[in-house]
């Protein structure tokens, strides 16, 4: 695959207080990209809906109400996105690099003078139980729910999930905690991208490098090791419901496994793209679906390959079997030449679409430095892709779907429940 993977590793520079900024210049682009990603995910939390509710109310500050915050980036043409997983909390935006300095400016004001109104806060609740109400109507969020805690148990931060009530003890005081205790220097990075000039990179150290709570490394708190439950059957009713959803999985090795790429070509095969196994049986040969797929989440200490899909009613339990026969198929039979080769090509085209500008290279930069990765990972992956053969698809099926430990998990109608464990 012709990439020039070199431009995957960034320029770093080391504030005064520790913090490290990473640049992706591109001296052709009048766009930057500046993101504050900070070790403040969803699994740091003391109280569900706590990290969430602190990145979305950084706006309002001593100086501006969240409203005049708003109108300035406006002002300046500018474009906000703010992100929450289970791992990080970050910032970004998107603006003209001739306004850097001003957009610097307010992102200073924002983290360094944040006021958490209660009002605000009681207005961004309302809003999220309704979101919730009408998330909790769709069998895709109740299974979604469900599966992840059947993979790590209902009390582990990968598998906890949000109630109504949550939205009812969260108090100001639980969102400006947990905003003094993560967002600081110590659990913070900031990555700039695109046409920024020197003068952005001093307005950076200016604003972040001194006069900014140096704080303390937030802690990994989850065990990467054993203790996570058996695999097994779980359906959750969803009276009425006009479909089903259908969620497989496991968990699987990190991405600093060396078996990593292996097990991505053979997910991408079973069911990464249009032509993938389970699409060609379960939408195009079978009309179960409009879409199924496979995919892999890396998380900080675990990660989780899912297979996804909504189905027609009370076809779960034949979309079920037909995953599982398609594990086996791969398991006893490899594929044929042909159908790797057209894995190749595809897998080559997306991954080049996926490049296809700085904002997307730094992106895909960020995966590398979550799992302390190099550009050597894309390199070897490439390799993996250009070398793999029918045989070693075969075998990797066998090391990762032969052994019955997928977990699976059906929201849907009554009629859904014959989609029972014993179909495994």
Sequence with gaps: MKFDYSQLMPETLWLGNGIPVYLFPDTHSELLRLEFIFEAGSSLQDKPVQARACNALLEATVRRSADAMTERFDYYGAYMEKYVDRDQSSLVIYALARYSREIIALCEEIFKEAV???????????????QFDIAMQKVSEISRRAFFAQVFGARHPYGMSIERADYDRLQREDVETFYRRFYVAANAAIVVAGGYGDDAVRALSESFGRDFPVGQAAPVRLSAGSGLPQ??????????ALQ?????????MPPTDADFSTFKVLDYLFGGYFGSRIM???????????????YILPLRTHTVWIVASEVKRACSRQVVREIQNEMRKLCDRKPGKKELDIVRSVYQGDFLRDMDGIFEIAEKWKFLRMFGLTDGFYRSFAETLENIGPEE????????????????????????????????
């Design 280 to 294: 060609q049986n379960i939408r195009e040969e079978k009309g179960y679906t409009y879409g199924i797929s496979s």
């Design 116 to 130: 958490f109104s209660a009002t605000e806060l009681q207005l961004y609740l309302e809003k999220q139980r309704s």
């Design 393 to 424: 698809i075969r075998q990797a099926a066998q090391r990762y779907f032969a052994d019955g430990s997928c977990h699976v998990t059906v929201c849907g109608d009554v009629a859904e429940s014959d989609a029972t464990e014993s179909d495994e």
């Design 244 to 252: 089903a959803s259908v969620r497989m999985g496991k968990v699987v």
């Design 231 to 240: 695999a097994r059957f779980g359906f959750v009713p969803k009276a009425g």
